[in-house]
């Protein structure tokens, strides 16, 4: 256990490096790995062909099919707006999987960087960017993702900077830790010895053996990400209307929940399969890395 | 009379007789806590002189009194009644008005009695626009004078289309006491004191508002005790809380969907009442690119009000006739609105110079209604090419937010005294416009009818002041200065047990006004 913190409930599961090099590594990915994978791909095909495979422009109106309940003509059924449910579905994944994906992306880059420039180099840097990550992690993500969409405006960029920013600690912590695990070791030093400069050790050399460990890390919380969307969208801080987010859909379903449940069921059920599979596709990670954490567990 | 020999015998049927005595007491005992849910999130301003959003002017109707008052459940002007005065006299110009106080009136939270120099106060302080919203509804007012503790004179400058109507339990006629207002400060606002049947006894912030009876109530105790106004803002949760009797009644919704389901709850009773709320798509001439009439008549022609009614359902929504409500004193039906026609709007904009169309932002409150407003709104522009950017904000957010003209378009829905006066005045005279000293709602900053609104509300002629208020709506819709959209009444649903004490047909406070006679049967 480094100390790392992993979205609220994945505590304590960051893997060490694997050490097994037997098998090849998609080869040591398990079943459920391969169904995480599975429904990401099939969400991401839907969400990329979602002009083809929807039925109905997902903004149009029609008041006339007013809560239409799911048939021939509505798979899903339609809103209050008459709009139809499942090519709001469609065109909503494009938002919750770019969200999801690219702000962990962005939390990723940014903060692998500040924490390996911290570990790195040690000293007042490392305690500046550090102090500065604990400040942040003290918020829970999405209290200050609320806060900063809030602030800056309910934007595609600003939520996807927004929740980028509540990862980023996380990501600083993992790779300060792998960092100063590995700066010490006899291939660094041989580094060193050559004459190689900071930022090439720290790239080319220390950068491959902690970047399976931040993969992991990335690939769990983006179901934090696409959770602390659909929890702002539902809260009213998403993008504005008429944009089909899966968060905003429950949202508006929620006021005709009563008579129309399907409103806010398919929405949550979208947001529960894509959390889902991020989770099945992190924990297969972390098993392939490190088999030693999922006999212990 | 059989009695049982065995202890254990006696002791069972003195069970059963002690149980049998105490049935009735406990069936006839008489409820006296009332719970309501409001779709509100919080409270805005309980200040009566400030308070704009529906709720707020709902809970302020309970704490205040004011010198006369609308008969309860009803928003008539031929039916105003005393209230804080007993009676009034006028001169024979109609320009000074005397009125006699009811004695021994007591303040709420021992606050004393209410006196001349508190109704001299509040009217002074109704009038100022650094210390009222409604400000402009009392610029005829010269002066008022306390001529006694119990006796209040009132001098105006020139005839007014209702002087009473501007002195009622709505707005700016509601009296506060001198002595806590000047004390708390801007305290008041969420620690009002009045002299109506219920007082705020706390606010649970984002939860609830509490109230207590006022049992010094001059009309007498009420007898519902205690009151708690819980914010329940999604509207499926305020339903839950009434299918489930966490609440005795609560706002319902203006939804077609709703009242088919509501009616067939049982025990549910709808009330339907006035004011109906006229909602207006106000523009700002003075704001790109609506300084272009062309582009405000293209958003007139874009808008379908009668899809937005259908929408709605009729129980509640008719499409709006004009930039007044249609029961204002001086309404004028079909004052040469422009029709729903896309292509017309699409050619009216390339004429402007936006071929391609163009894009408008607008903050938009998060309020269910508004929020479905917009986005109805919103489908309908972009047929004919304009894109409207919508930012949600919280309501009472929405509220601050257009009142420092950062929209260049607005909707917004009110009701006002049925006098077209008022409506005229606080949405179309240009010292209302936002911006100005007595800025009250002329979000389009509308110059166009100063002078038909200026000079009804001096013409003694009423014919000739009839025909000034529907040229003031000709000018005001030939401009574009709103374009009308829906007129919606107030719902509400109770429990059939619940009687509000009066048959609600209209409550100028936009919800069922509390009185001392509300309670529950039996």
Not at chain 2, 233 to 253: K, M, Y
């Amino acid at each position: 256990m480094t100390g790392v913190p992993l979205p609220e409930d994945r505590q304590a599961e960051v893997p060490a490096i694997s050490a097994g090099k037997s098998r090849t590594f998609l080869a040591r990915l398990n079943l459920s790995t391969w169904i995480g994978l599975a429904v990401v791909l099939l969400l991401v095909l839907a969400a990329v062909f979602a002009p083809l495979l929807a039925p109905y422009d997902p903004t149009r109106q029609n008041i006339l099919n007013q809560l239409a309940q799911p048939g021939a003509e509505y798979l899903l059924g339609a809103d209050q707006f008459g709009r139809d449910v499942l090519s709001r579905l469609l065109y909503g994944a494009r938002y919750s999987l770019t969200i999801g994906i690219l702000s962990i992306l962005l939390a990723m880059v940014a903060g692998s960087l500040a924490g390996m420039v911290a570990g790195h180099l040690g000293g007042k840097t490392d305690i500046v960017l550090m102090q500065f990550m604990d400040v942040v992690l003290a918020f829970p993500s999405l209290i200050l993702g609320l806060a900063l969409v809030a602030m800056m405006g309910a934007t595609m960029t600003n939520i996807l900077i927004a929740i980028a920013f509540t990862a980023l600690p996380a990501f600083a912590r993992v790779a300060r830790a792998a960092v100063m695990a590995q700066r010490d070791r006899e291939y660094v030093q041989a580094c060193r010895a050559m004459g190689f400069s900071g930022p090439r050790i720290l790239f080319r050399h220390i950068l491959p053996a902690i970047l399976p460990e931040v993969l992991v890390m990335a690939s769990l919380w983006m179901a934090t990400a696409v959770r602390t969307e659909a929890s702002l969208a539902f809260i009213g801080l998403g993008l504005a209307p008429p944009n089909p987010t899966w968060g905003g859909m429950v949202r508006e379903g929620f006021d005709n929940i009563l008579n129309s449940f399907h409103l806010a069921i398919f929405p949550s059920l979208a947001i529960l399969l894509l959390v889902l599979a991020f989770n099945l596709i992190g924990d297969g990670l972390r098993d392939a890395i490190d088999p030693r954490l999922k006999t212990a567990s | 009379m059989f009695i049982p020999k065995s202890i254990g015998g006696r002791a069972l049927a003195a069970a059963f007789l002690l149980g049998t005595a105490l049935t009735p007491l406990q069936a006839h005992a008489e409820k006296t806590k009332l719970s309501l849910g409001a779709a509100s999130a919080d409270v805005g301003k309980l200040d009566p002189h400030f308070a704009t959003s529906t709720s707020d002017r709902t809970l302020v109707a309970w704490i205040f009194s004011s010198l006369v008052r609308f008969a309860p459940g009803t928003t008539d002007p031929s039916k105003i009644e005393p209230d804080l005065a007993k009676s009034w006299e006028a001169s024979a110009d109609k320009l000074v008005w005397t009125f006699k106080l009811r004695p021994g009136v007591k303040w709420q939270k021992g606050n004393g009695e209410v006196t001349a120099d508190d109704v001299v106060y509040s009217l002074t302080k109704s009038a100022d626009p650094k210390r009222s919203a409604f400000a402009g509804d009392y610029a005829a007012i010269e002066k008022v004078e306390a001529l006694d503790p119990l006796t209040v004179r009132i001098t105006l400058k020139q005839q007014i289309p209702s002087l009473l109507g501007i002195l009622t339990n709505y707005s700016g006629g509601f009296i506060v006491p001198k002595a806590a207002v000047e004390k708390l400060g801007a305290d008041f606002s969420r620690n009002p004191v009045g002299s109506g049947p219920f007082a705020l006894s706390r606010i649970e912030p984002g939860q609830a508002a509490h109230f207590v009876a006022h049992e010094d109530y001059f009309r007498g105790a009420p007898k519902i005790k205690e009151v708690a106004y819980r914010f329940l803002n999604s509207n499926s949760a305020r339903d839950l809380a009434f299918a489930a009797g966490e609440v005795d009644a609560a706002t319902g919704l203006a939804e077609r969907q709703w009242l088919a389901r509501t009616q067939a709850t049982k025990g549910a009773v709808v009330d339907i009442f006035d004011p109906a709320e006229l909602t207006l798509l106000h523009i700002d001439a003075s704001k790109k690119p609506f300084d272009d009439i062309r582009v405000r008549q293209a958003v007139a022609h874009a808008i379908n009000r009668n899809q937005i009614s259908q929408f709605r359902g009729d129980a509640f929504t008719r499409a709006a006739g004009s930039v007044i409500p249609s029961n204002n004193l001086g309404y004028l039906a079909g004052s040469g609105m422009l029709p729903h026609d896309p292509q017309r709007a699409k050619a009216l904009l390339a004429e402007a110079g936006y071929p391609n169309g163009l894009k408008i932002k607008m903050i938009t409150s998060q309020m269910p209604s508004y929020e479905t407003m917009a986005q109805l709104q919103q489908a309908q522009l972009q047929d004919v090419g304009i894109t409207l950017e919508l930012q949600p904000v919280e309501h009472a957010t929405w509220h601050q937010m257009i009142r420092k003209d950062l929209n260049a378009m607005t909707t917004y829905g009110a009701a006002r005294f049925p006098v077209a006066d008022i409506y005229l005045t606080q949405f179309f005279h240009s010292k209302s416009a936002i911006g100005q000293p007595s800025a009250v709602t002329n979000f389009s900053h509308c110059t166009v009818a100063d002078k038909e609104i200026e000079a009804a509300r001096t013409e003694t002629d009423s014919a000739k002041q009839l025909e000034f208020w529907k040229e003031a709506q000709r000018k005001i819709i030939a401009q574009v200065c709103a374009v009308p959209l829906t007129e919606t009444a107030q719902v509400w649903v109770r429990r059939a047990g619940l009687d509000w004490g009066y048959e609600l047909k209209g409550s100028m406070s936009l919800g069922p006004l509390l009185t001392e006679l509300t309670h529950f049967k039996d």
